[in-house]
């Protein structure tokens, strides 16, 4: 049985009258313990025929403070040379040169139905790096799903096996999203599709017509149709929409 450093665990005997477990020199059938390190646990119950028997149980203690960094763009967003548009202050949210937008992170089981275990909402910067840091989840095999408010919901292309620091790049191959669903915004540079405005994994009509609409009221400031990230809500953010909508862009997951 493995725990997070930190954190208790009960374990419960039965079948005999009477118990001791060490190392706690505890005396009840139950007993609720949180070590420090490894730890092996054995209790001895005793029958009232005097009959004794042992059982152990090792409880293994991890460090669970996973540390994931992650590299990943937008397309929207990419505005060339390994750099994005510092979308936050461009609408109006702050003055930060380096901060691009919130994104959510999450970890998924690896088998069905791939549940979600962790998840964090970190800053993407303007290179395209983000770091989360997740407590209480033991370092293991995990799907990386990463959310954005207009950007198609994007998995890893396998689960990947995480340590106490974990590294994923995104950027430099299609293949590092499940399904290859990413773009080429460069040479060898990949990046999400922008244009889920409606945030339902698809990119269509429902999307394109959310846009138009805002174009049409020369909208502007922090809002999911500003594609681009320059602020504004006008005819530059159609585009990848459009073609996105075209290529029947959804997102792809086990």
């Not at 750099?83 to 970890?107: C, K």
Request: proline letters at 4%; aromatic letters at 10%; a negative charge.
């Amino acid at each position: 049985v493995s725990i997070c450093n930190g954190n208790s665990i009960s374990m419960t005997a039965n079948g005999a009258n009477s118990y001791v477990w060490q190392p706690n020199s505890a005396t009840t059938s139950t007993v609720s313990v949180a070590p420090l390190v490894t730890t092996t646990y054995t209790v001895t119950g005793t029958s009232s025929f005097g009959c004794v028997n042992t059982a152990t149980k090792l409880i293994t203690v991890n460090n669970c403070n996973l540390t994931l960094n992650l590299k990943l763009y937008i397309e929207g967003y990419y505005n060339g040379g390994g750099l994005m548009a510092p979308v936050r202050a461009n609408q109006g949210i702050g003055n930060s040169a380096v901060n691009v937008d919130f994104i959510t992170i999450e970890l998924h089981n690896p088998v069905s139905p791939f549940a979600t275990v962790a998840s964090s909402i970190v800053f993407l910067k303007t290179n395209g790096t983000a770091t989360a840091t997740f407590t209480n989840v033991i370092p293991s095999s995990y799907y990386i799903v990463i959310k954005h408010r207009n950007a198609i919901k994007t998995w890893s292309a396998l689960p990947i096996t995480t340590s106490l620091i974990t590294n994923y790049d995104f950027t430099t191959s299609s293949n590092k999203a499940f399904g290859d669903n990413m773009t080429e915004v460069e040479p060898g540079v990949w990046a999400f599709y922008s244009g889920d405005i409606s945030a339902d994994d698809n990119i269509d009509l429902l999307d394109l017509t959310v846009l138009e609409n805002d174009i049409n009221e020369f909208a502007f400031g922090f809002i999911e149709t500003d594609i681009n990230g320059d602020g504004n809500v006008d005819l530059l953010d159609s585009p990848i929409v459009e073609n996105n909508l075209n290529q029947f862009i959804f997102s792809n997951h086990p």
